[in-house]
């Protein structure tokens, strides 16, 4: 069986092992199954197929620990860390659901050996943890991660949702524009959600609600990671 994931990526099973394809230039994995991108984004096709099983959440608010509720709901081993304090509303619902969470620092053991890390918005890229998981690049081994994703609450969420999603975002009118939006949908009668940077979390709703439509209000900062 052959999958194209990427113009650049071709994988071919082959008794127990594959031949990675990257610019005509094959990489042997015997006894694994690896996949070898060019391009970060190309890694979805991949994910879907063959769902991650520890996802580590950088960040304890409302976007970090809706994304492990949704990632237990989906079968994931969570653990959420952040830097600095989590606030006691958050703490009590990760002890609630029996999520794994430290705060005040960051536990690069508990960390690096991921499979999937959820990056909240606001935690920037010239953090210490963020450089050394972005230095591993976008590598996937089935079985055992080499290399570790790093990605946003909403690419993360979207895997797990049919549901039409409606960004909005730019530097001013975004809460005015997607509450107009929603409202225009709510009164034409669709199941509608509203997210974002507003209310619950995109993925704490997908994890408790079943929506048919979400429009998100998305800052520069959730669309880091997409």
């Not at 409302?62 to 949704?70: F, N």
């Not at 890390?117 to 998981?133: N, R």
């Not at 048919?212 to 520069?220: A, G, P």
Request: glycine letters at 8%; proline letters at 2%; a negative charge.
């Amino acid at each position: 069986a052959a999958f194209i994931l990427h113009e650049d990526a071709t994988v071919i099973e082959k008794s127990n092992s594959l031949i990675c394809l990257e610019n005509s230039q094959e990489i042997e994995a015997s006894n694994k199954f690896q996949i070898a991108m060019k391009d970060p984004k190309s890694w979805t096709k991949w994910f879907k197929r063959r769902k991650r099983k520890r996802l580590v959440v950088l960040g304890g608010g409302e976007s970090g620990v809706g994304t492990a509720i949704l990632g237990k709901k989906e079968g994931y081993e969570g653990f959420v860390s952040d830097f600095g304090r989590i606030k006691d509303k958050y703490r009590e619902v990760l002890k609630i659901n029996e999520i794994e969470w430290e705060d005040e620092k960051h536990t690069e053991e508990k960390i690096l050996n991921a499979d999937v890390v959820m990056k909240s918005p606001g935690i920037p890229e010239k953090s210490s943890i963020v450089k050394k998981l972005v230095e591993k690049g976008v590598c996937f081994v089935w079985e055992e991660l080499k290399e570790i994703p790093v990605i946003s609450e909403i690419e993360f969420t979207v895997q797990f949702t049919n549901a039409k999603t409606i960004g909005i975002t730019g530097s001013n009118g975004k809460t005015t524009t997607t509450m107009l939006t929603y409202h225009l949908l709510k009164e034409a009668g669709l199941n509608v959600g509203l997210a974002g940077n507003i209310g619950k979390s995109f993925a704490w709703q997908v994890a408790e609600e079943n929506f048919d439509v979400y429009v998100l209000e998305l800052s520069s900062f959730q669309l880091d990671g997409i």
